[in-house]
């Protein structure tokens, strides 16, 4: 069973609407959480990081959340654009060991 | 920021041959990482190069079929050695830098 657990697995929204990925997780020690965008056929690119100390970052459109008690995060999406279509991946790091534990992704469609 | 190229971006290849795949980055850094993406599922660490010593393999992942060399701090290549159509996947390359980790394009193979 993945320590890091990522729903849905696929998504369909219309643009300019918002949506919510979530990221459950199991991984302990925690060190931190990230959540990257994968486009298709390209390589992960970070969206955000949060440490344990951080409930909520952003980046432009994208807010992640973090709480540490129920060991769960989310990625928020404000006003979709086609351009967001992408997978989306939560990493949880282990402490200083380096290891990283990454979900299967949400795969999110945009339609116009 | 760490910029990472990897070449080649694709290839198809015979069964049973090899191919060496190479990554260089953009500054200089401690361990790289390789990891396996295979179709419709999440990135799988491969093994960890340092500079100067043997790479760490992770279970699942040996020497003999995945090679690795580590020259210098800029710079790794992995060879996926007797392909089979299993190798088939996207091979990515992927530093890390204080809290953030950086991935490369990836190498979209094929094997027949």
């Known amino acids: 069973k993945n320590q890091v657990e990522q729903s849905p697995q696929s998504l369909i929204i219309l643009e300019g609407k918002n949506c919510t990925l979530q990221c459950n997780y199991t991984v302990s020690p925690f060190s931190n959480l990230r959540w990257y965008k994968q486009d298709t056929g390209r390589g992960p690119v970070s969206l955000t990081i949060?440490?344990?100390?951080?409930n909520t970052k952003s980046n432009g459109r994208y807010t992640a959340t973090l709480d540490a008690d129920t060991k769960q995060s989310s990625l928020h999406i404000t006003a979709s654009q086609l351009s967001d279509s992408a997978s989306y991946i939560c990493?949880?790091?282990?402490?200083?060991?380096?290891?990283?534990?990454f979900g299967d992704g949400t795969t999110l469609t945009v339609k116009p | 920021s760490a910029v990472i190229s990897q070449k080649p971006s694709r290839d198809i290849c015979q069964r049973g041959t090899s191919l060496t795949i190479q990554c260089q980055v953009d500054s200089q850094v401690t361990m790289m990482f390789w990891y396996r993406q295979q179709p419709g599922q999440s990135l799988t660490l491969i093994a960890t190069?340092?500079?100067?010593?043997?790479?760490?393999?992770e279970s699942g992942f040996v020497i003999d079929k995945f090679p690795i060399s580590r020259p210098n701090l800029t710079f790794s290549t992995l060879t996926v050695s007797n392909m089979s159509p299993e190798d088939s996947s996207i091979y990515l390359c992927?530093?890390?830098?204080?809290?953030?980790?950086?991935f490369g394009p990836g190498t979209r193979l094929t094997v027949l």
């Open positions: 949060m440490t344990f100390s951080e």
């Open positions: 190069a340092n500079q100067g010593s043997e790479a760490t393999y």
């Open positions: 992927s530093v890390r830098q204080a809290d953030t980790q950086y």
């Open positions: 990493v949880v790091s282990v402490n200083n060991a380096g290891k990283s534990t």
